[in-house]
Every structure is written in structure tokens, then in C-alpha cells.
């Protein structure tokens, strides 16, 4: 049927459904769980990195009572 259960998992179906016609359902799987591996760890090292810059702009526009933190 080739239908994803949401919009997060069109690429999955896409290549996935290919490969597993093929034989190939364990490789699509593999693919799929380490590409979600590498962009979630990428995302997180990401997130760390817009937090540690960003840590301070709010004291930034604050009274000056904010900045002995």
C-alpha cells in the first residue's frame, strides 16, 4: 500500500517499500534507524551550541541587577 502513518515517515516509505520489494527490508530499516541516529545526535550537538551562545543575550537588555549572574 505504500501509506505513511504521518508526514515524518514519507522518506521511510519511500525507500523503504522499494527495498523491502527487493528483499532488502533489513538494509531499509538499518538506513532508517541510523540516518534518525546521526540526525538527532547532529540536532542535539546543534542545540547545545544556540543555547551556549544565547545563554546571555537576555541579560544583555536587562537592568543591571541581572548581570552578577
Do not use: E, H
Not at 530499516?29 to 545526535?41: K, N, P
Request: proline share 6%; net charge positive.
Amino acid at each position: 500500500m505504500a501509506t505513511p502513518g504521518d508526514a515524518n515517515a514519507v522518506a521511510t516509505v519511500v525507500d523503504g517499500y522499494a527495498l523491502a520489494r527487493k528483499g532488502q527490508a533489513g538494509k531499509a530499516l538499518a538506513i532508517a534507524a541510523i540516518g534518525s541516529f546521526v540526525a538527532a545526535i547532529l540536532s542535539l550537538i546543534l542545540l547545545m551550541l544556540i543555547a551556549a551562545r544565547s545563554r546571555r543575550s537576555p541579560c544583555a537588555s536587562a537592568p543591571p541587577r541581572c548581570w552578577r549572574s
